[in-house]
């Protein structure tokens, strides 16, 4: 397999844009070489500018969930561009959009559209700060919720892949402001809010996290969250950028059987475009501008491509919910496939499994947050990403991410993955 078209595209990049990359992680900073320029993708493939096809294992992070160049979504695109590509004015689309998402979605009385998860997840912590009064939130370590200044104290992710603890430009109020503890860690969340009595707006947890691997929450913690929430009226946030429409039609929410306050989303929300949202109770969303004083906008929210490109996603899923069951039967099916291989190998290994969402850690310890996720033997992460690479095999290029499956994957390309597992193992082995 030659790849030198990327290595020329990358050596390229790097003179107009910072690192050659528009997002940190797709640089491969984390598992070395040279990133892959990809060209065009179709259902589970990707095709690199070289030539090479790839089953993909990241979907472009969560959205392509039914595949890429989904041919109604793309179709829908085709027709709705040549409308316009954006009004700055509403358009009936917009409603048909909230109406679908609240009709999926529990607990979920008000949705407002935005451009990114980021921007969600930032303008529901300055709406939780508005309804309550109070500034300080609890964040969880290893937890991504975009690059807003306030979450980036102990984010996961990329700040992980790159081993950032400490973010230039973050000031010392907003870091002030920003309370952090162990995920599914339930004492400590109790002692910062003994310590923090009558000043904490909200806590904000992906309640699956994906961002240092995927990792599930313990029995019971989120249970228990909800409850302190309720207790010391503090705004419960879950952040559904990637676990909503992807674990069910109504996400974590549905799955878990936990109502939170306020739900942020992105990646399947907007099949493959940029968008995000954020909604949740009427009484705490009718504080949003123009109906509140809390101030929220934006140029290109609802922007129409993006809305029925979403919405022929949304729609899509609604309509087909099997298409759930059959993502977590393959996603299961890799998952046995995997252990088997693993096990063999006598490598040290965890497998974490949620839906279609999962994760490798090469580690003889249970991996429940950031701590045991950073203490596995990434070093050996980083010679698998390669093997599988080279046998076609596109993984997130971090032991810090989630892998997620799309609906395109065929039974023939989970074996695939399987085999390539099993000659990449005995590769590396034979290696070492």
């Known amino acids: 397999m030659t790849t030198e078209k990327s290595k020329q595209l990358f050596s390229r990049a790097q003179n107009s844009i910072p690192g050659g990359v528009n997002s940190p992680v797709r640089a491969f900073k984390s598992v070395g070489g040279t990133p892959i320029f990809m060209q065009k993708a179709k259902g589970a493939y990707l095709y690199d500018a070289d030539g090479n096809q790839y089953i993909d294992y990241i979907a472009s992070w969560g959205p392509m969930i039914l595949g890429h160049a989904y041919e109604p979504v793309v179709k829908a695109i085709q027709q709705y561009a040549a409308y316009s590509t954006s009004f700055g004015a509403p358009t009936e689309l917009e409603i048909e959009m909230a109406e679908l998402i609240v009709s999926m979605v529990p607990n979920v009385d008000l949705i407002r559209m935005v451009s990114s998860g980021t921007e969600a997840c930032m303008s529901a912590l300055r709406l939780a700060r508005g309804y309550t009064g109070k500034n300080k939130f609890i964040k969880f370590e290893g937890h991504y919720h975009g690059h807003a200044d306030s979450f980036l104290v102990k984010a996961g992710s990329g700040l992980a892949t790159f081993n950032i603890q400490t973010v230039p430009g973050i000031t010392a109020g907003v870091s002030n402001d920003t309370l952090t503890c162990a995920f599914n860690d339930l004492e400590a969340v109790k002692k910062l809010v003994a310590e923090n009595k009558n000043e904490i707006a909200a806590i904000i947890v992906e309640p699956v996290a994906g961002n240092m691997?995927?990792?599930?929450?313990?029995?019971?913690?989120?249970?228990?969250?909800?409850?302190?929430?309720?207790?010391?009226?503090?705004?419960?946030?879950?952040?559904?950028?990637?676990?909503?429409?992807?674990?069910?039609?109504?996400?974590?929410?549905?799955?878990?059987?936990?109502?939170?306050?306020?739900?942020?989303?992105?990646?399947?929300?907007?099949?493959?475009?940029?968008?995000?949202?954020?909604?949740?109770?009427?009484?705490?969303?009718?504080?949003?501008?123009?109906?509140?004083?809390?101030?929220?906008?934006?140029?290109?929210?609802?922007?129409?491509?993006?809305?029925?490109?979403?919405?022929?996603?949304?729609?899509?899923?609604?309509?087909?919910?099997?298409?759930?069951?059959?993502?977590?039967?393959?996603?299961?099916?890799?998952?046995?496939?995997?252990?088997?291989?693993?096990?063999?190998?006598?490598?040290?290994?965890?497998?974490?499994?949620?839906?279609?969402?999962?994760?490798?850690?090469?580690?003889?310890?249970?991996?429940?947050?950031?701590?045991?996720?950073?203490?596995?033997?990434?070093?050996?992460?980083?010679?698998?990403?390669?093997a599988m690479l080279k046998r076609g095999i596109y993984l997130p290029p971090s032991a810090f991410e989630s892998w997620f499956l799309n609906n395109a994957l065929s039974y023939a390309d989970l074996d695939a993955t399987i085999a390539a597992t099993a000659q990449s193992l005995a590769e590396i082995l034979a290696e070492s």
Do not use: W
Not at 229 to 253: H, K, P, Y
Not at 366 to 386: C, G, I, M, Q, R
């Open 213 to 386: 691997g995927c990792i599930l929450p313990q029995p019971g913690f989120l249970e228990a969250v909800r409850k302190i929430c309720d207790e010391e009226n503090i705004v419960l946030i879950f952040d559904e950028v990637m676990t909503g429409f992807r674990l069910s039609q109504g996400g974590a929410q549905q799955t878990l059987n936990i109502k939170a306050d306020l739900v942020t989303y992105g990646k399947v929300i907007g099949g493959g475009m940029p968008v995000g949202a954020f909604g949740g109770k009427k009484e705490i969303m009718q504080m949003i501008a123009p109906l509140g004083s809390v101030y929220q906008a934006g140029t290109l929210s609802g922007n129409p491509i993006a809305m029925i490109a979403g919405y022929t996603t949304l729609k899509t899923l609604k309509d087909n919910p099997e298409i759930y069951k059959e993502l977590e039967q393959k996603t299961i099916y890799l998952k046995d496939g995997l252990n088997k291989v693993l096990a063999a190998s006598g490598t040290p290994y965890i497998i974490n499994q949620f839906g279609s969402m999962i994760s490798i850690h090469f580690s003889n310890h249970a991996v429940t947050d950031f701590a045991t996720a950073a203490s596995a033997n990434n070093e050996l992460f980083k010679k698998y990403f390669h």
